[in-house]
């Protein structure tokens, strides 16, 4: 008598799942606390008995997932205390309001004309002595409207009072002007200069780019409020 014994087919490409694997995400190496303790209770379930882990082994993943824990409640802390700063930032910048500030000006000064006739400062600071120093001023549609040549100077900040007047002599209109300036030695070598801006605060407002705190000037500048270097009460 002939028995048949039926074939088990291969099918080809087929893949075994294992039902009991965790899922994890496939495009993030990175996991969570959480993920990763589910992960070592689902290895030692299945773990050979015959071939248990190791207690040294075991004791490695425990630190691992301890540092991981204190990672994850490290950026949390983080978080929060960049939360309370700019807080802060911005109940410090409500009493700047009706205040005058000077600012960095990162290479461009800001200086406004009132109408009131008086001087307009123009404030920078020089990392040597300067045997000259020349500013030239712009108006808001970026023309040069005059340039001032202002002899020697020596190291450190400076002021110079600008009359508000073009390279003519006539007085300038009311509004908001920038001012670059260039400084040479005695050799005709350029002297590392920089320059500041000035205005009184108008209001507040953040950033809503990266949430920091900018001081909005009567003129319309606006301000970080990191580039503050001076508050001082309007006289």
Do not use: C
Request: net charge negative; no cysteine; aromatic share 6%.
């Amino acid at each position: 008598m002939t028995m048949f014994n039926p074939t088990v087919g291969i099918v080809e490409g087929a893949s075994y799942s294992d039902p009991f694997a965790v899922p994890v995400k496939s495009n993030d190496d990175d996991i969570g606390k959480d993920a990763f303790l589910l992960l070592l209770v689902e290895q030692l379930k299945n773990q050979d008995p015959l071939e248990p882990m190791s207690g040294t082994d075991f004791t490695a993943q425990l630190a691992q997932f301890s540092s991981l824990e204190q990672q994850t409640t490290t950026n949390d802390n983080l978080m929060l205390l960049q939360d309370y700063s700019a807080t802060l930032n911005r109940l410090s910048a409500l009493d700047m309001i009706g205040k005058a500030v000077e600012f960095d000006g990162s290479g461009a000064g800001s200086a406004t004309i009132n109408g009131d006739g008086q001087p307009v400062p123009l404030n920078f600071e020089l990392a040597d002595n300067a045997q000259e120093v020349v500013i030239d001023i712009y108006n808001d549609a970026g023309g040069r409207v005059a340039t001032l040549e202002l002899g020697y100077h020596d190291l450190g900040p400076q002021s110079f009072n600008w009359n508000g007047k073009d390279a003519d002599g006539n007085a300038l209109a009311e509004g908001h002007y920038t001012f670059e300036m260039t400084a040479r030695d005695e050799l005709g070598q350029l002297v590392t200069s920089s320059v500041n801006g000035g205005g009184e605060v108008h209001g507040v407002e953040t950033d809503p780019a990266n949430g920091n705190t900018v001081l909005v000037l009567v003129d319309g500048t606006r301000v970080g409020i990191d580039q503050v270097v001076s508050v001082r009460a309007v006289s």
